[in-house]
């Protein structure tokens, strides 16, 4: 299983929020306060620490989502945040092997139990 940690920067956060209302299954109308924004993984992973037991690598980035004239103008884009994912070193893992266990000697006889 992959785990990203992401950090978000507030002060951005806070021009993003938008309200959006609906009804819900029982008919009544909700209003909730939403950010929607992208987290994209990097081309290529950056190490910003390494220590004997795992490096954190920087692997995604976050930012707020263009509309097509926004992309078809070349807007710059917003980042909002980065995500970072941490890596174990296999070097430190202990493979321990399995004791094999010859089985015992079975002695058949005719007993019905």
Known sequence: MAEIQVTLNAQALRNLVTKR??????????EVQEI???????KEAKTI????????NKTH?????????????????IYI??????VWNADNVQVHQAEV??????VEDDLPF
């Open 101 to 106: 266990i010859s089985p015992k000697h079975v």
């Open 61 to 77: 980035f976050a930012c707020v989502i263009q509309t097509k004239e926004e992309r078809d103008a070349k807007a710059d884009t």
């Open 21 to 30: 209302s609906y009804k819900n299954k029982d008919g009544q109308d909700v």
């Open 49 to 56: 620490f390494t220590s004997d037991k795992y490096k954190i």
């Open 36 to 42: 929607k924004f992208k987290l994209v993984e990097v």
């Open 81 to 86: 945040g980065e995500g970072f994912t941490t």
